[in-house]
């Protein structure tokens, strides 16, 4: 597994994720504090910092999925 999660952002450029302490690294030596906090805060907003870490399980378990077909039927 790589050690760094990459996520490529508009205004920030490219920005890693230590897959083990969530850390942010950025390309762009210097950046705006503000844009900094702003594209952190989305990062986490988004999920991206979670999926990175390993802790957001993006697929639909079992009983949602049991929960939908009783409801398309």
Do not use: C
């Amino acid at each position: 597994m790589q050690e760094n999660f990459t996520v490529i952002n508009h205004l920030a450029g490219t920005v890693h994720i230590n897959r083990v302490t969530g850390a942010l690294s950025w390309d762009r030596d210097k950046l705006d504090p503000v844009l900094r906090r702003y594209v952190k805060k989305y990062l986490l907003d988004e999920g991206f910092i979670e999926y990175a870490l390993g802790i957001l399980d993006p697929q639909i378990d079992e009983e949602t999925v049991m929960m939908l077909k009783t409801l398309m039927s």
